[in-house]
């Protein structure tokens, strides 16, 4: 009997009882946007940045319309501009360089290496290109911090953490989004909290942060903010920093809160879901598995496995059983951007020479995406059928 999976790959969780009681009385009050506040009362928005900067360990959070926004906010309060170049990974998504291309700027692309990580080696040789890196954690791997923030302290380049797949996630006990100047999350429906559109920006530098909130929008009323710096911070820089509008209101942040207190239990479930995918896909023929460093504690989401040196031709082959038996993969070696996937070169705004050691790389990442949804059975039944599908492939010759 040929075994078929019927799950929805794009199906989350619904939202906790506690954040639809607290989106009503929202709604009930009629005081959606942040600055709408009753006498005495902080709001939802200020105190889900008080509670994310509390949970992350970190002095400053503003909370935003999504992560794309968060990292442009971040690259214009380090008054990054039109023309400088700045680093990022070939590996990542496209509001990545999108949001390095929102401030006029050009991305430096950096190489992939099969532990799907940016490559250091590359890393170090384009040091002298940039003063300014966009480190994507990419699918929520997390590369040698210590040796990543060598390299940029040595070559006084400022990093900003793209933190969209590592909500959750540490490398050595230290979150990420503490190792850079500062940290972009995103709230959008597809990773690890769900406001449908939404992002967070953390930071402990008090300038960065305050030019960050005048930014979002916050016209002249970051007092009414729960975690930003002191006002005289804001003296500094208010007349100078533009405001473009980018802020989030009341209803996301009140769905939020409960989602952000739940978020290391929901990293655990997921990582028994992931477990169980990766486990039913060792040794399978022609298949790696990558391996997860001991130093890095991840959040399992997606999952990656790459079929190195393959022809595009039995990529698409594997791709096709398995949707035909209702497994859906993402193929990051696919020459034409499709859906939520694309690559370096498909950006074609930001001109790249090709990588050839990337390139291999990129031409065998396969994604598959866990949503909690999926019970262990799914996950298990999930990996016999990409298994069986890779392996009747390879040994097709
Ligand atoms: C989703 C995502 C973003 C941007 O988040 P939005 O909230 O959708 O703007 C940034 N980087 C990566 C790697 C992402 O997956």
Redesign the pocket.
């Known amino acids: 009997m040929t075994e078929i999976f019927t799950g929805n790959f794009t199906q989350q969780e619904p939202i906790p009882q506690e954040g639809i009681d607290a989106a009503m009385a929202v709604l009930q009050s009629g005081r959606l946007h942040r600055y709408n506040v009753a006498e005495g009362e902080l709001g939802e928005v200020s105190l889900l940045e008080q509670e994310f900067a509390a949970q992350l360990g970190v002095n400053y959070c503003l909370a935003v319309a999504?992560?794309?926004?968060?990292?442009g906010a971040a690259l214009r309060a380090m008054e990054v501009g039109p023309g400088d170049k700045v680093l990022t990974n070939a590996f990542?998504?496209a509001?990545?360089p999108g949001?390095i291309a929102s401030v006029g700027a050009v991305p430096v692309f950096v190489g992939v290496t099969e532990e799907l990580v940016i490559d250091l080696e590359d890393l170090a040789a384009k040091a002298d290109q940039a003063d300014v890196l966009m480190l994507?954690?990419?699918?929520g791997h997390l590369c040698d911090m210590d040796a990543l923030m060598e390299i940029c302290v040595a070559n006084k380049i400022r990093v900003i953490e793209?933190c969209?797949?590592t909500m959750g996630a540490s490398w050595r006990g230290k979150a990420s989004g503490l190792w850079g100047d500062m940290a972009?999350y995103?709230?959008?429906t597809?990773?690890h909290a769900n406001s449908g559109?939404?992002?967070l920006l953390v930071s402990d530098d008090p300038e960065l942060m305050a030019r960050a909130t005048i930014l979002s929008g916050s016209y002249m009323l970051y007092e009414r903010h729960g975690a930003v710096p002191p006002a005289e911070v804001f003296e500094k820089i208010k007349y100078t920093t533009p405001n473009v509008s980018g802020r989030m209101d009341h209803l996301r942040a009140a769905i939020l809160r409960p989602q952000l207190r739940a978020l290391p239990e929901q990293a655990e479930r997921w990582n028994a879901r992931y477990k169980v995918v990766e486990k039913g896909l060792r040794e399978t023929p022609g298949l790696t598995v990558v391996e997860r460093p001991d130093e890095e504690y991840f959040v399992g989401s997606s999952i990656q496995f790459l079929l190195l040196d393959w022809t595009a031709d039995k990529v698409n082959d594997v791709l096709d059983r398995c949707k035909a038996r209702g497994v859906e993969l993402k193929w990051f070696g696919g020459r034409e951007p499709v859906a939520?996937t694309s690559r370096y070169d498909s950006w074609r705004y930001a001109p790249s020479e090709p990588m050839k050691r990337t390139d291999r790389v990129l031409d065998g990442i396969i994604d598959m995406r866990i949503p909690l949804t999926f019970s262990e059975e799914d996950c298990a039944l999930i990996a016999r059928i990409i298994k069986a599908e890779v392996s009747a492939v390879f040994q097709a010759g």
């Open positions: 999504s992560g794309g926004y968060a990292m990542t998504l509001p990545v949001a994507s954690h990419m699918r793209d969209a797949h972009c995103s709230t959008q597809y990773k559109e939404g992002g939520f």
